[in-house]
Nanobody, 116 residues
Framework: QVQLVESGGGLVQAGGSLRLSCAASGITFRLYTMGWFRQAPGKQRELVATISSNGSTDYLDSVKGRFIISRNNGRNTVHLQMNSLKPEDTAVYLC??????????WGQGTQVTVSS
């Protein structure tokens, strides 16, 4: 059974940093592209960053240069380093596994709140 557990969220002032982590179990982690999504109240869930099985990364335009996604295949974890945070980054952040071209196996999410 696939399980993803996010952690690392919190309250931070604008300009600050947070590092999110997602621990995966029940899958051969190294084989999968992983993604970080976020969902703010009243808004659609959006894909923030992805990292492929070979380490290639991609980012939402609004976070390029501020966020860094990384993975540790030995520990089955994926991280999102978030720097220069803005109030508009406030959301619940979730990680997901890509399989068959779609993302699923969602974790419960971790709340990130950026105060101005």
């Amino acid at each position: 059974q696939v399980q993803l557990v996010e952690s690392g969220g919190g309250l931070v002032q604008a300009g600050g940093s947070l590092r999110l982590s997602c621990a995966a179990s029940g899958i051969t982690f190294r084989l999968y592209t992983m993604g970080w999504f976020r969902q703010a109240p009243g808004k659609q869930r959006e894909l923030v960053a992805t990292i492929s099985s070979n380490g290639s990364t991609d980012y939402l335009d609004s976070v390029k240069g501020r966020f860094i996604i990384s993975r540790n295949n030995g520990r089955n974890t994926v991280h999102l380093q978030m720097n220069s945070l803005k109030p508009e980054d406030t959301a619940v952040y979730l990680c997901a596994r890509r399989s068959g071209g779609v993302y699923g196996a969602w974790g419960q999410g971790t709340q990130v709140t950026v105060s101005s």
